[in-house]
Nanobody
Framework: QVQLVESGGGLVQAGGSLRLSCVASGRTSGRYAMGWFRQAPGKEREFIAALRWRPGTTNYRNSVQGRFTISRDNGKNTLYLQMDSLKPEDTAVYYC??????????????????WGQGTQVTVSS
């Protein structure tokens, strides 16, 4: 079992920045891939970015590439999502997830076995 706890969400004005954190505990290992997803009201959950713990390979949704950066701190077992130039359409609940799939960090919902509880991000115009 892997437990994931997100933090760092909040209210920010358009153009601002936030950094989300996700602390992983339990049976974590370097073979996992970690990802960020988001779900806006009335919409399906969508992939944002993913990272393979080692060697740090990343994968991004096209619409956030250049604005969002996924990273990790191996020593703290913590995954981050730095979000810059935020837009009102980035408003959503953001979820951290863990996958035991190999290869390129996965982008599919059903490729992730473990999920955090989510953290709300609200971007005002």
């Amino acid at each position: 079992q892997v437990q994931l706890v997100e933090s760092g969400g909040g209210l920010v004005q358009a153009g601002g920045s936030l950094r989300l954190s996700c602390v992983a505990s339990g049976r974590t290992s370097g073979r996992y891939a970690m990802g960020w997803f988001r779900q806006a009201p009335g919409k399906e959950r969508e992939f944002i970015a993913a990272l393979r713990w080692r060697p740090g390979t990343t994968n991004y949704r096209n619409s956030v590439q250049g604005r969002f950066t996924i990273s990790r701190d191996n020593g703290k077992n913590t995954l981050y999502l730095q979000m810059d130039s935020l837009k009102p359409e980035d408003t959503a609940v953001y979820y951290c997830a863990a996958s035991s799939r190999g290869g390129i960090p996965p982008s599919g919902l059903n490729e992730y076995e473990y999920w955090g509880q989510g953290t709300q991000v609200t971007v005002s115009s």
